[in-house]
């Protein structure tokens, strides 16, 4: 007995004209017809199944080999996925765009900031970064990447490539500074707005150094460049030239060496230097140990404009709505209004609101009133 006449026995569901309009569809000539018969019976669109099928079809060759048997797909979108995230080989052509950009040459290293995927694959050639795969590529893409080509390393040396990355969604706050400003290492994460360092091997090195010490990452980079703060400045270069962290050491690095931040006028103090040079959005202090008392929140929530409260995303709400600054009626009116305007469901706020063990009893009225209000919608 064909495959066909299975199907139809099988799905009598389908019907015996949709088994033969599927078989007909089959771009391979019947090896797919089972399959696309019973995703039609399992309720998937047929036209959804054909096209699926025929660019899988289409891609095959150039998928895994693990990956190009149909029937290790659970559905038609799988399937449709693995077909798009392959794209045909093709040889870059003398004057195509590269995909990066040279920003610094040194003897011993060269730094290049990748603008396309086909920079990250070219340059990511013998490592094992993720973002040189066309697959998870997409992912990584609105990040910045910075990459350091070294020339006194072997190509199988983990030292032989860095990649780093600052990521878009990224706002370098203040509180991170002071949480690493005490740290041995000179490039901490706050000083440098956040960029990661990867290795050839594709290893994060925690604190920046390797599982040898062999230094943090800065100065073998220096190193290799020959030159005291090299990276440091392609950094600076690649994201557009401005050290706001210079006026930061200036006037915050005192009061963290002093003590860190402890108490409400050391807060106030940092959030006014914050606010007068508009280096970052002085409601991410909010969250910090020293904002307990409902004046210092107060007066910080202040000193942000209406954009820097619309700048707070879903994340920075609910990190907020967890903090003792709801216990402040404007900051908690705010926020859940801001909530509300960034689609967050009004359980969801309730819930945040009610896991605070920080609030206080007006602050738990409050919460009740706008239960009965939004969630329940009581007049």
Same mark, same amino acid.
């Given at each position: 007995?064909s495959?066909?006449?299975?199907?139809?026995?099988?799905?009598?569901?389908?019907?015996p004209?949709?088994?033969?309009?599927?078989?007909?569809?089959?771009?391979?000539?019947?090896?797919?017809?089972?399959?696309?018969v019973?995703?039609?019976?399992?309720?998937?669109?047929?036209?959804?199944v054909?096209?699926?099928?025929q660019?899988?079809h289409?891609?095959?060759?150039?998928?895994?080999?693990?990956?190009?048997?149909?029937c290790?797909?659970?559905d038609?979108?799988s399937?449709?996925?693995?077909?798009?995230?392959?794209?045909?080989a093709?040889?870059r052509?003398r004057?195509?765009?590269?995909?990066?950009?040279?920003?610094?040459?040194?003897p011993?290293?060269a730094?290049?900031?990748?603008d396309?995927?086909?920079?990250?694959?070219?340059?990511?050639?013998?490592?094992?970064?993720?973002?040189?795969?066309?697959?998870?590529?997409?992912?990584?893409?609105?990040?910045?990447?910075?990459?350091?080509?070294?020339?006194?390393?072997?190509?199988?040396?983990?030292?032989?490539?860095?990649?780093?990355?600052?990521?878009e969604?990224?706002?370098?706050?203040?509180?991170?500074?002071?949480?690493?400003?005490?740290?041995?290492?000179?490039?901490s994460?706050?000083?440098?707005?956040?960029?990661?360092?990867?290795d050839?091997?594709?290893?994060q090195?925690?604190?920046?150094?390797?599982?040898?010490?062999?230094?943090?990452?800065?100065e073998?980079?220096?190193?290799?460049a020959?030159?005291? +703060?090299?990276?440091?400045?392609v950094? =600076?270069?690649? @994201?557009?030239?401005?050290?706001?962290? $210079? *006026?930061f %050491?200036?006037? #915050?690095v005192?009061f963290?060496?002093?003590?860190?931040?402890?108490?409400?006028?050391r807060?106030?103090?940092v959030?006014?230097?914050?606010?007068?040079?508009?280096?970052?959005?002085?409601?991410?202090?909010?969250?910090?140990?020293?904002?307990?008392?409902?004046?210092?929140?107060?007066e910080?929530?202040?000193?942000a404009?209406?954009?820097?409260?619309?700048?707070? +995303?879903?994340?920075?709400?609910?990190? =907020?709505l967890? @903090?003792?600054?709801?216990?402040?009626p $404007? *900051?908690? %009116?705010?926020? #859940?209004?801001?909530?509300?305007?960034?689609?967050?469901?009004?359980?969801?706020?309730?819930?945040l609101l009610?896991?605070n063990?920080?609030?206080t009893?007006?602050?738990?009225?409050?919460?009740?009133?706008?239960l009965r209000?939004?969630v329940?919608?009581?007049?």
């Amino acid at each position: 007995m064909s495959r066909r006449s299975e199907s139809k026995e099988k799905f009598t569901d389908v019907g015996p004209d949709t088994v033969d309009a599927l078989f007909d569809a089959d771009p391979s000539g019947g090896g797919y017809g089972t399959w696309m018969v019973a995703r039609v019976s399992a309720g998937e669109p047929r036209d959804v199944v054909v096209a699926a099928v025929q660019a899988f079809h289409g891609a095959k060759r150039r998928l895994p080999k693990k990956e190009r048997d149909l029937c290790a797909y659970a559905d038609a979108a799988s399937v449709a996925r693995a077909a798009t995230r392959t794209a045909p080989a093709r040889r870059r052509r003398r004057g195509d765009d590269p995909g990066y950009t040279l920003l610094r040459e040194y003897p011993g290293v060269a730094f290049y900031r990748v603008d396309s995927y086909e920079g990250m694959r070219t340059l990511g050639r013998d490592t094992k970064w993720c973002t040189t795969s066309r697959q998870h590529w997409p992912n990584y893409s609105g990040n910045l990447f910075v990459i350091a080509v070294s020339r006194l390393r072997g190509k199988r040396d983990a030292y032989s490539k860095f990649v780093m990355m600052l990521r878009e969604s990224y706002t370098p706050s203040p509180l991170q500074y002071v949480k690493y400003a005490t740290l041995k290492n000179k490039w901490s994460y706050a000083r440098t707005n956040a960029w990661s360092f990867y290795d050839a091997k594709d290893r994060q090195p925690g604190g920046f150094h390797d599982a040898q010490d062999r230094g943090p990452i800065e100065e073998i980079l220096d190193m290799l460049a020959g030159e005291v +703060g090299a990276t440091r400045g392609v950094l =600076l270069e690649a @994201q557009g030239g401005t050290d706001h962290h $210079e *006026i930061f %050491d200036e006037h #915050v690095v005192p009061f963290v060496r002093a003590g860190g931040l402890v108490g409400r006028g050391r807060l106030l103090e940092v959030a006014r230097v914050v606010a007068a040079h508009g280096l970052f959005n002085p409601l991410s202090l909010l969250d910090h140990p020293a904002a307990r008392h409902r004046d210092a929140c107060r007066e910080v929530a202040s000193l942000a404009t209406d954009e820097q409260w619309a700048a707070l +995303g879903i994340g920075a709400v609910r990190e =907020l709505l967890g @903090q003792p600054a709801v216990n402040v009626p $404007e *900051i908690f %009116d705010r926020l #859940v209004a801001r909530g509300r305007d960034i689609g967050m469901c009004p359980r969801e706020v309730v819930n945040l609101l009610i896991d605070n063990k920080k609030l206080t009893k007006p602050t738990r009225l409050r919460v009740v009133e706008h239960l009965r209000t939004e969630v329940f919608q009581l007049g």
